[in-house]
């Protein structure tokens, strides 16, 4: 997948009082516990995703999948890509991690997105427009933050 040729979409960022290395933990296990839901495994099924299980090495690394997701890079402490795709798009959730000073990290999550034809126009309308993925991507980097935190 050319991650680069896929359309921006959006970008959240948080400051996190932890260092890089607690962040990427907490990071992982947020995406694991988020995604490993039954109701994730559903939704999958219901559009189609590549990846519907969770396999791969723990901690996350390349390779590693959760549904709707297949680790494609992962430079622990610095940078997680993840690609997947189903019937409606084509898509990669980058997650980068930076020193912030003070023993904090800023992470941001950049998402990039391929809606093909009406079906995806309608699903990116759905789901883009309607604000739900903002949402949605606000409490994973919010939930990671919280966990690296408390763990701090």
């Known amino acids: 997948?050319?991650?680069p040729a896929l359309p921006r979409i959006?970008?959240?960022t948080t400051l996190v009082r932890a260092d890089a290395g607690s962040v990427w933990h907490?990071?992982?296990?947020?995406?694991?516990?988020?995604?490993?839901?039954?109701r994730s495994a559903r939704y999958g099924r219901l559009?189609?995703?590549a990846d519907r299980t969770a396999s791969g090495p723990r901690p996350l690394a390349e390779g590693s999948a959760f549904p709707g997701f297949r680790v494609a890079a992962a430079r622990p402490g610095r940078e997680l890509v993840l690609v997947g795709r189903h019937h409606f798009s084509t898509y990669a959730l980058i997650f980068r991690l930076d020193e912030a000073g003070d023993g904090s990290t800023r992470l941001r999550a950049e998402?990039?997105?391929?809606f093909p034809g009406p079906g995806g126009a309608l699903y990116r309308l759905l789901v883009i427009?309607?604000?739900a993925h903002a949402l949605l991507t606000g409490r994973l980097v919010a939930?990671?933050?919280?966990r690296a935190e408390r763990v701090r």
């Open 1 to 3: 997948m050319d991650i």
């Open 47 to 49: 559009v189609g995703v």
């Open 26 to 38: 907490a990071l992982g296990e947020t995406l694991d516990q988020s995604f490993g839901r039954p």
């Open 111 to 114: 998402t990039r997105a391929r």
């Open 10 to 12: 959006d970008e959240h």
């Open 143 to 146: 939930g990671a933050r919280r």
């Open 129 to 131: 427009s309607s604000g």
